[in-house]
């Protein structure tokens, strides 16, 4: 079934010509040792493509469709096409070859997200971390608890200007989820494509809209609305048996909706400081023995670990969880925002990684520094510094290397707002850290920027909204309107002191260490 689905990337293709006889032969063989290589044999007596998986075949798909001209990635076929007699062996050097998609701060909706799935697939991407929860909204329904989406999945009004300035609000009413048989949906496309999807959940910070559904949760407990803004909050969930119960009973769920084998539960950016001011959770922690809210933060994320890990799936937090305690046995797979150095870090005492520092993996940063650029959180992360970046720093021990499992962009979608957008920050951005991911190191620039040319005729032909090389189409440029540009500071002082931060197992903007914003 998923062989035959497969095939409907490649159209019909008519030996009428006498050139190539048309068939296009699937193998699968364990002769291909890579789970994800393949072999494509184009000869004068037909197309063979070989590999140990669907996965393989997937990819080995993907490839022959950049054979094919453009009109391969229009959605209807043509009828007779030349193609060049050639043999390609390809494997990937990275096994996690990812993309975030926040749908939390702005919704975006099933048909789109399938969308991107396929534009993710044609470069070989094979993760999608749905963020699916947020200070700003909660996204996905929960059968056990309804109140989630009910309550948590909308807000009244939207701050559409950068955290950093006076908060302006559009108060046209935001919201959406995805119902249980959207997420089926979106799970099966995805495998189809060869791509895993991966639930973020957040906790125990960045979870404002959880806590708008049911306040009881919180730490301390106190009435709160889905946000309007962007930034830091304090919301916390609490690390006490009864609600961390209901944590559980909402993770089984979550599992019981994505068979990926990894879960994501956040774990960035929580104040949990905030729990000594919860009298309750002071009188647990002495009755336990914890040391402190850095020690009862690794307790809860240790405890989640072992929830997920006893249901046959492994745990993923941003590094945060990870710095504040690099001791913690939690099993977990870290992902590594804040620099490659707390990535190292990590990787050195065993973890494993996954490399998605700010420079140069965030697409919500510009893209240059021309003022023609829609409003962005900060930058620039230009495609350049996405060519220069090495997933597997060469100057990383080479067993340190062997924990990477590889890298990921994100796409934060605070000041996100449409769907055009998305696919602007996304590429050609998104076209470089692909050749990136698969090869598993730097790419070099002038022959990328000849290969990308061409490229982009693919590109139209799915009706990407890319951004050009030479800057944004005059309909993409920033205008006069909410959108319009403003000055950012340069991010690169910003991303050495986060990285310096986390590799010293700061919390980022803990006020206990005096570093209430990182800025
Ligand atoms: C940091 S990355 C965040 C996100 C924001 C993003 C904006 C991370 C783990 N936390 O919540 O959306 O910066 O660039």
């Not at 998986?53 to 993907?62: E, K, P, R, S």
């Not at 803004?229 to 969930?237: C, E, K, N, P, Y």
């Not at 850290?433 to 190191?441: F, H, I, P, T």
Request: glycine share 8%.
């Amino acid at each position: 079934m998923r062989i035959q689905r497969l095939l409907t990337f490649v159209p019909w293709i008519s030996a009428g010509t006498g050139d190539v006889k048309g068939n296009l032969h699937l193998e699968l063989t364990d002769a291909i040792s890579h789970r994800e290589g393949y072999e494509l044999t184009v000869s004068e007596g037909g197309i063979l493509l070989r590999a140990s998986t669907v996965d393989g075949l997937a990819w080995g798909v993907q490839t022959f469709r950049q054979l094919l001209p453009d009109a391969a990635f229009r959605a209807a076929g043509f009828v007779a096409v030349r193609v060049p007699v050639c043999t390609i062996v390809d494997e990937p050097g990275l096994g996690w070859r990812g993309a975030l998609l926040d749908v939390a701060r702005h919704f975006f909706p099933k048909r789109f997200v399938l969308r991107y799935i396929d534009t993710l697939a044609a470069h070989k991407f094979n993760r999608l971390q749905l963020h699916l929860t947020d200070d700003q909204g909660w996204r996905v329904e929960i059968s056990r608890f309804p109140r989630l989406t009910s309550v948590g999945s909308s807000r009244d009004a939207t701050q559409v200007t950068h955290y950093d300035e006076e908060p302006i609000f559009d108060r046209t009413p935001h919201g959406g989820y995805f119902s249980r048989d959207d997420i089926a949906e979106i799970v099966s496309y995805a495998a189809d494509r060869g791509i895993t999807v991966v639930p973020e959940i957040e906790l125990p910070g960045h979870t404002g809209a959880m806590l708008a559904a049911y306040p009881e949760w919180g730490s301390p407990v106190r009435e709160r609305s889905v946000a309007t803004t962007w930034g830091i909050f304090d919301s916390l969930v609490s690390p006490l048996p009864d609600v961390e119960q209901h944590l559980f009973d909402l993770l089984d769920e979550v599992m019981e909706l994505f068979p990926s084998p990894w879960i994501h539960v956040g774990g960035d950016e929580s104040l949990i400081e905030e729990w000594e001011r919860d009298p309750r959770v002071v009188q647990f922690m002495k009755d336990n023995d914890i040391d402190g809210y850095r020690a009862l933060f690794s307790r809860f994320m240790t405890r989640l670990s072992q929830h997920i890990q006893s249901r046959g799936r492994r745990m993923v937090t941003w590094d945060d969880a990870f710095a504040s305690d690099p001791s913690s046995a939690a099993p977990s797979v870290v992902m590594a925002w804040r620099g490659t150095e707390v990535g190292r870090k990590a990787a050195d005492r065993g973890f494993e990684v996954v490399l998605a520092p700010v420079i140069p993996t965030y697409f919500d940063y510009y893209q240059s520094q021309d003022s023609r650029e829609p409003l962005a959180i900060g930058g620039p992360v230009t495609i350049q510094d996405v060519l220069e970046f090495s997933p597997l720093p060469v100057d990383w021990a080479e067993d340190s290397r062997q924990h990477v499992l590889g890298t990921q962009f994100q796409v934060w979608t605070e000041l996100i707002r449409s769907e055009s957008y998305v696919e602007y920050m996304t590429w050609p951005r998104a076209c470089a850290l692909a050749e990136v991911a698969w090869s598993g190191a730097a790419v070099e620039a002038l022959p990328f920027l000849n290969r990308l040319s061409e490229h982009m005729g693919r590109l139209d032909a799915l009706g990407v909204d890319y951004r050009p090389l030479a800057g944004p189409h005059p309909w993409q440029e920033a205008g006069t309107g909410e959108r319009r540009h403003r000055r950012s500071k340069d991010m690169r002082e910003k991303a050495e002191f986060l990285d310096r931060a986390a590799a010293e197992g700061i919390i980022a903007f803990s006020p206990e260490r005096g570093v209430a914003d990182a800025d």
